[in-house]
């Protein structure tokens, strides 16, 4: 509980001291958005390694040379916990923005900096915007940012990830892309499968797979894209129970 506690503290903290810098982001990103998109992806790896390090979180990353370092790509991940975002932001280079629900579009303060880091918000209830939104994803690969994305739509709490949904993966199939498997464990082990609000140390498990080049497959591979990484994860995750 205590964990808890200062985590949810320091988040608040961080939030209402921020809001001067926000303002001063506001006028400068009429002038320099590059500038403050790197100033506000670094802030907030900053805030999530604190936060994994108040939480007891030992992460152990596998395959960061299958991650090209001269391009943007789609990252895909299994989705069981909300520290997945915080470990997976934490272990990528470059600039990144993943792919949230809609609904996290209402919290004052963390929703402007999800908007800094270049984050998209999906309304899973609306397929008119839900597609908008993967348009916006494909225009934001195209000018050079990276994307993360878990194709399940929502939190799993089943060992092996739940149906990919093969339409998520279409800004790389547009933008031309890598597509990078990412498989997570041991975050559930933080927070979801404790008692309520008890924050546990954990060891957390990333690994990056091979890069999957959509331009290079065939269409029957491009349209069963989401089954094949899901099933790719799934090795790469019985790989960390081994090690």
């Avoid at 810098?21 to 990103?29: A, E, F, S, V």
Wanted: with cysteine; net charge positive.
């Amino acid at each position: 509980m205590f964990r808890a506690i200062k985590i949810v503290g320091t988040i608040v903290s961080f939030l209402v001291g921020s809001i001067g810098t926000l303002h001063r982001m506001d006028k400068q990103g009429q002038v320099d958005p590059v500038a403050v998109e790197e100033e506000s992806t670094q802030m907030v790896r900053n805030i999530f390694e604190k936060l994994l390090k108040m939480a007891g979180v030992t992460v152990e990353v596998r395959g960061y040379e299958n991650i090209p370092q001269d391009r943007p790509v789609l990252y895909v991940g299994n989705h069981r916990s909300y520290f997945d975002i915080l470990v997976g932001y934490t272990t990528v280079p470059g600039l990144m923005g993943f792919v949230a629900k809609k609904e996290m579009e209402k919290i004052p303060l963390l929703s402007k900096w999800m908007l800094n880091v270049n984050c998209l918000f999906l309304d899973r209830k609306n397929i008119k915007a839900g597609l908008a939104t993967m348009n916006e994803g494909t225009q934001l690969l195209k000018d050079g940012f990276s994307i993360a994305i878990f194709p399940e739509g929502t939190r799993s709490q089943d060992e092996d990830p739940h149906e990919f949904k093969e339409g998520s993966l279409r800004p790389a199939l547009k933008a031309k892309v890598p597509v990078i498997p990412m498989a997570i464990s041991g975050t559930a082990d933080i927070l979801e499968n404790n008692k309520r609000f008890q924050v546990k140390p954990a060891t957390v498990h990333i690994t990056f797979g091979q890069p999957i080049y959509p331009d290079q497959l065939e269409r029957a591979e491009k349209k069963h894209l989401g089954a094949t990484i899901r099933e790719e994860i799934i090795e790469m995750r019985k790989k960390h129970k081994t090690s």
